[in-house]
């Protein structure tokens, strides 16, 4: 066997080498990186990859070459490596390497683990204690052996805990607070590229999720990842068994792995598998959307690996592209053709998309999805919000660019309850503010933009929605053009995104919107302003200290109320913000003591809606939301 890493230096350049021809899983490539070396200092230069090497063995040397794919400029393409007993040597693009064998893994992580007090993280589980697929032998994984098994090592620093404190926290984790954790916590974090991640092991989610890769809102994203113990804790088999996917799917974004059925969304576009991507036995895929069979057939047939053109890119992959801290997870903002409906679709359901007729120039784009049926009661899947990536919007800019949005923040659901769509339940509607992700400003410019979103259905179905015009206005005034670069700021698009946030490094963004206040406080934009400082004034703040102590910054409920109240009667933000912000609203009042207020916010809330001439089955629906929030508050007061 030679396949292995192997690392040499000629003069300033260092090379990383890759040889992956025998051994397990071989992929039959050949890759590297090249470094290089000034003084005390290391810089990247480039990458490059031979897919179809020859290889030659003869007595006690082997020869592998081929023509590469590289990434910076070489005088010839050509890859030469020659391994014998006593070393091995490489010509690689005009240069040649005295190169010594380093690993039998291709790439070694350092992961360091913290965990909340009361959590206890996975450990490991024997694939062979519950019925798998035939040829797939029993063996004991923990999470670092699943990667082994990839040929990538993960080495893992002595884990932290992290004491709780406050009396009365709920210890439930909103994205905010995860990544506030984690620029204060994480001892590697950084901005540059490298081998190394975050792995928080926190109580809950405030949505409920299992697990989550929460760090896409930055230049040098994929350094963190959380897991959510209330959510996947248990002792047995099954409940191991999903630990141990759970744990290792999250790291796999780390790595820029996206989820199964969207690879073909990634910079350059990757070939879905099959089913659209939901027929991937692969760590990376929904065992309950697997394709066919569901949950059940997926853990007939999981061989508990990454498939191969995962494992090409865990091991292959150019440096930039999976190194943390390097290329934005999925490499960038695709340039994409517009959806296009399918030329035959039986699926009964339909996708629209709405907007107002207008936006000011910096005001948060918020769109309006609906997902019905067109005639017979169809069943699916809730996930709508474009978050939980179920559903895409592509955005098509005044100058004729398409562009995928990318939230800033999104989440894995290992579960997805079904809903039936009937005469009785005709629809379901989520509201999304698509104006900020993970590539920044979407809406920089006025002007029109087409706006259109696809939704992947339960059975895999892809339903293409209408194209929704988005128009931008032009700043007419001197405080237009203020506001709107206030509103316009990276900082500031974030903390939209994660509805408020106390950390320091979003300190200017805040600043920003504090201005907006105070100095253009009747100005139509300030009321988002409001909104986002009164959410996040309304909730407790979680931060992770340097020394790893729980400090939790109680609601401010006096200053959520005064900054919601002029949101709820303003009352100019998309219904389904509304909503929520009036029952946040109500939640504040009982907290500061006046449980009656707070029921007549909900009595207020039936009745602006009932103004706007609302779907009778939507004011259904808001009525048992205001009836179910009053009986809560009742319950906790």
């Known amino acids: 066997m030679i396949s ?26 050949v890759s590297g990186d090249l470094f290089s070396v000034a003084g005390a200092t290391t810089s990247y230069v480039g990458s490059f990859r031979v897919d179809q090497p020859n290889t030659q063995a003869e007595g006690g040397k082997t020869r592998v070459w081929g023509s590469g794919r ?18 091995a040597s490489a010509h690689v693009g005009g240069d040649d390497f005295q190169l010594a064998y380093v690993s039998p893994y291709f790439r070694t992580v350092l992961l360091e683990q913290d965990s909340v007090a009361g959590t206890a993280p996975f450990v490991s589980y024997n694939t062979g204690s519950l019925p798998g697929p035939t040829g797939s032998p029993a063996r004991e994984l923990s999470v670092p052996a699943a990667y082994a098994e990839a040929g990538i090592e993960l080495r893992v620093t002595e884990p932290g805990v992290v004491p709780t404190g406050g ?23 950084g901005d540059a590229a490298a081998w190394r991640v975050w792995l928080l092991v926190a109580s809950k989610h405030v949505g409920g999720y299992r697990g989550i890769m929460f760090d896409y809102n930055d230049g040098f994203q994929r ?8 959510a996947i804790q248990g002792q047995s088999p099954q409940a191991q068994r999903a630990q141990l996917r759970t744990y290792v799917h999250e790291l796999g974004h780390a790595f820029n792995l996206l989820h199964s059925w969207q690879k073909n969304l990634a910079t350059p576009p990757q070939p879905l598998g099959p089913n659209g991507g939901f027929g991937d036995l692969s760590w990376m895929n929904y065992v309950q959307n697997y394709r066919p069979g569901g949950e059940q057939g997926y ?30 997870f999925g490499t960038g903002a695709a340039e994409i053709d517009p959806f296009e409906h399918p030329v035959m679709d039986q699926s009964g359901l339909r996708l629209e998309l709405r907007a107002k007729e207008s936006f000011g120039f910096g005001e948060p784009v918020v769109v309006e999805l609906k997902l019905g049926v067109t005639g017979e009661a169809r069943t699916t899947h809730s996930h709508l919000h474009p978050d939980t990536e179920f559903t895409q919007v592509c955005i098509t800019q005044p100058g004729g660019r398409t562009v995928v949005y990318r939230p800033m923040m999104r989440h894995c659901v290992d579960a997805s309850p079904d ?13 999304a503010y698509i104006g900020h992700g993970r590539d920044g400003h979407y809406f920089q410019q006025p002007g029109e933009y087409q706006v259109r979103a696809q939704y992947i259905a339960g059975d895999g179905s892809r339903i293409v929605s209408n194209v929704c015009a988005v128009r931008v206005g032009y700043p007419v005034s001197a405080d237009d053009h203020r506001v709107a670069e206030l509103m316009l700021g990276e900082e500031q698009g974030k ?49 992770l200290t340097p020394a790893r102590n729980l400090r939790i910054r109680p609601p401010d ?66 009525r048992r939301q205001a009836e179910l929030t009053k009986a809560a508050l009742s319950a906790e007061g």
């Open 4 to 29: 292995g890493l192997y690392q040499g230096q000629n003069g300033d350049s260092r090379l990383e080498l890759r040889v992956d021809v025998d051994g397990a899983r071989p992929t039959g490539r």
């Open 223 to 230: 350094q963190g990842a959380a897991v959510f113990y209330d």
């Open 167 to 189: 009396e009365g926290s709920d210890l439930a984790w909103d994205d905010a607070e995860l990544h506030h954790a984690m620029t204060t916590q994480f001892s590697r974090y």
């Open 299 to 328: 853990w007939s047939a999981f061989p508990f690996q990454f498939t191969d053109v995962e494992l090409v890119h865990l091991r292959h992959g150019f440096f930039r592209d999976v190194a943390m801290g390097a290329n934005a």
């Open 557 to 622: 409920t006096k200053e959520s109320i005064e900054q919601l109240g002029v949101v709820v009667r303003d009352a100019s933000i998309d219904n389904i913000t509304l909503n929520m912000v009036m029952r946040r609203l109500a939640r504040a009042e009982a907290r500061q003591g006046d449980l009656a207020q707070a029921h007549a916010v909900m009595d207020t809330m039936i009745a602006t809606f009932e103004a706007k001439n609302l779907n009778p089955v939507v004011m259904r629906q808001i």
């Open 495 to 543: 903390l939209f995104s994660l509805l408020g946030s106390d950390s320091p490094a979003l300190r200017s963004g805040n600043d920003a919107l504090d201005e907006v206040i105070s100095r253009y406080g009747s100005h139509p934009l300030s009321v988002y302003a409001r909104m986002v400082k009164g959410l996040n004034a309304g909730r407790e703040f979680k931060d």
């Open 70 to 87: 590289f990434t910076y400029s070489v005088p010839t393409g050509s890859v030469s490596i020659t391994v014998t007993d006593e070393g």
């Open 419 to 431: 809903i039936r769509l009937d005469e009785n339940n005709p629809a379901v509607y989520r509201s």
